[in-house]
């Protein structure tokens, strides 16, 4: 019913700077928080950033200062800037958001996850 679907992963050069896109479609009717994890491999899934719907944003220490996500909920995207990368930034990233559809609660779904490779 609803899919998020991500882009915008890759190499990149340590110092360097990725885009990455996380698109919803579907039945949707309501798009509540929506948020950034990254599992490196061998490690635990941790949460990046959350943006909430009415644009309030969090930050891990960890990536505060150097990542930014933003939203269009024309386009019911949510994106996730990422400058001055560094190697222990390479993980798989993937996006989340709790949505509302017309005959379900709110529900958490996953976006397929995009590989961020920073070589140093």
């Known amino acids: 019913q609803v899919q998020l679907v991500e882009s915008g992963g890759g190499l990149v050069q340590a110092g360097g700077s990725l885009r990455l896109s996380c698109a919803a479609s579907?039945?949707?009717?309501?798009?509540?928080?929506m948020s950034w994890y990254r599992q490196p491999p061998g490690m635990q899934r941790d949460l990046l950033a959350v943006?909430?719907?009415?644009?309030?944003?969090h930050y891990a220490s960890s990536v505060k200062g150097r990542f930014t996500i933003s939203r269009d909920n024309a386009k019911n995207t949510v994106y996730l800037q990422m400058n001055s990368l560094e190697p222990e930034d390479t993980a798989v990233y993937y996006c989340?958001?709790?949505?509302?559809?017309?005959?379900?609660?709110?529900?958490?779904?996953w976006g397929q996850g995009t590989q961020v490779t920073v070589s140093s």
């Open positions: 579907g039945s949707i009717l309501t798009i509540n928080d």
């Open positions: 989340n958001a709790n949505i509302r559809t017309r005959y379900a609660l709110p529900h958490d779904y």
């Open positions: 943006i909430t719907n009415g644009g309030s944003t």
